[in-house]
């Protein structure tokens, strides 16, 4: 069976009776437009065979769609052609978007794009910019005279037939072609569909990236393959006012709904009690959160904030996941609620996870559906027991075939075996344990970062970091090792600050009370901040106590250095959006350090620590305000770490 197939068949079924609807945010009004499944099908069918009239049968054709109805039909019309469909977003004018297009084009071997009316002509116009006129074609699917639906002749489509590639966001290395096949598709979805109780029908909510493997699949996808209605949003549209969001599952009595951790974060920092008066979630059953790392302290915002209103505890649904495996790896079933549990911080700084009354909190990402989950040692490939920390192995119908043309990198991630031989596996790159049938993640492999034969998890420090002041927001963490010294790493935290936030607390940088409550398993236990400044009170008190910036830089490298026992480590202050993040909204730390190594970071305050003077002069270079500070002072306290959830595998 092709995926293609299990489509027909739902339209077939629920023929105008079922839907996908639109929804835009005009001044506050909702405006809708809708497509039945019957109507998909009879477009998918339309472009089918237009495309089967160019003799595109198993190319690649690049989909650069805003958020709508029209990328859906067009993505199912490529499926339907059996065509290599390639969902990107649009590039727009951002150097980097416009860079990554034109990568895909040139890395898939695109020769059509598709796109709609209103994006063609500076689409056509970039193309030519880039030199790509001669070879790539850019159509407008909303504006071709299409052929009837009945001219449509289904190709010979089998389970593994590719259907797309799915470009991953690039959070650890450069985007790669994830081969998906329709067998994976059927699969996937089956994953998804069981772990929403495989309900015969249903409505969803939704407004993340089509072009995404959590918005294409876990969003867009589902309903179709459950037979289901879906009403979505563009992710812009969310972004602007977040209370659209709740007042959709309200509007439309939403049953789930799916979204990364920072967008529950946003909707309740953003929606205030006046937009949330009169809402009514009570008909959510199921709020999947994945694709970054999950926060108790998030769900306890939530419910705190939407309890009144209907947003319960047991809603919540954290999973785990990659475009690797498609999407969904291990999931939380419907109704059961999240399993937040505590583990003694200096075991798992052993890699040894050990339950205890007090001490590290983690969110675990579910259990698996269908898919064997295994633990094992990266370094001799000898499966781990339960509670014993090591790279998340995986295999199951939902594994993509691998990397579009590379075949080292295909070899190295899907081909892995056990010390005593058994696989294939998906060798996923992230940290974690199993225990008592839990999935729990801490980590990523090539993120964490060694000092003095200690493990330090970057996101425990983002964490700690964010938590010193309510002017600081995202963070990146990595390692800066001598080139030709030990392996021992020096700690460096990118962290954004709003520095209009900062009037008036050069003298009171601090006063969070806690640093911590985090992002992944960390090295050390509890982040603690006392709430004062420095170790004489007050962050602005060193140096100029008029520099406000300069001072809650020193006031952050002194709550993490006596936080997590680090005696040399350095600040790097930038301006909000300074840290870069995938498509899904993980941290890009890889890119971040190379940003700071070059010198393209926009820094506006640097304060630098012992070895990282001369490694990170050319990235400090010339930045008003810049210090090269002597080494923070450690101390004896542990850093609170907190949960983790999707690995960054994308």
Known sequence: ??????????????????????????????????????????????????????????????????????FLAVFLGCLYSRV???????PQTDPRALERAAGIIKDADVRLVLTGAADHGPLTAWLREAGLDGTVECVATDTLDLPEPDEWTE???????????????????????VMITHA?????????????????????????????????????????????????????????????????????RAEYTVAPNFAYEWCAARVTDAQAAGLDLSSLKFALNGAEPVRAGTLRTMVRRFGPIGFGERVWAPAYGMAEATLVITATPVGRGPTIRRFDAAALERHEAVPAETGVELVGCGRPVTMTVDVVDPETRERLGEGRVGEIWVRGGSVARGYWQRDEATGAAFAGRTASGEGPFLRTGDLGFLLDGELYVTGRIKDVIIVKGRNLYPQDLEEAARGVHPALGAAAAFGIGPEDGPAEEHVVVVQEV?????????????????????????????????G??????????????????????????????RAFGVGSLSVVLVERGGVGRTTSGKIQRSRTRELLLTGLLPVVHAELAGTARDALAAGTAGIAGTAAAGDATGGTGRAAPGTAQDGEGE
Do not use: C, K
């Open 1 to 70: 069976m092709s995926f293609v197939q299990r489509v027909r068949a739902q339209a077939a079924r629920h023929g105008h009776e079922r839907s996908y609807t639109f929804v835009e945010d005009r001044a506050g009004e909702l405006s809708e437009s809708r497509l039945t499944f019957a109507g998909l099908d009879a477009r998918a069918r339309s472009l089918g065979a237009w495309l089967a009239r160019r003799r595109m049968e198993d190319r690649t054709v690049l989909l650069l769609h805003p958020a709508g109805l029209e």
């Open 84 to 90: 290599v469909a390639v969902p990107s977003p649009l």
């Open 155 to 177: 190709p010979e489509i089998g389970p593994d037939t590719l259907a797309y590639l799915q470009y991953t966001s690039g959070s650890t290395s450069e985007p790669r072609g």
């Open 184 to 252: 994976n598709l059927l699969h996937n979805g089956n994953e998804i569909w069981r772990a929403i109780g495989s309900p015969t029908e249903g409505v969803g909510v939704g407004w993340l990236p089509h072009y995404h493997d959590m918005g294409l699949i876990g969003m867009l996808l589902q309903p179709v393959y459950a037979g289901g209605d879906l009403y979505f949003a563009s992710p812009v549209a969310f972004v602007m006012r977040p209370a659209l969001w709740l007042e959709m599952i309200s509007r439309y």
């Open 498 to 530: 709003r520095r209009e936030r900062l009037a008036g607390s050069a003298g009171h940088a601090g006063g969070s009370g806690h640093a911590g409550g985090s992002g992944q398993v960390g090295g050390s236990g509890h982040a603690g901040g006392s």
């Open 532 to 561: 004062h400044g420095g170790e004489d009170g007050d962050a602005g008190d060193a140096g100029d106590a008029g520099d406000a910036v300069a001072g809650m830089a020193r006031r952050v490298q002194g709550e993490l250095a």
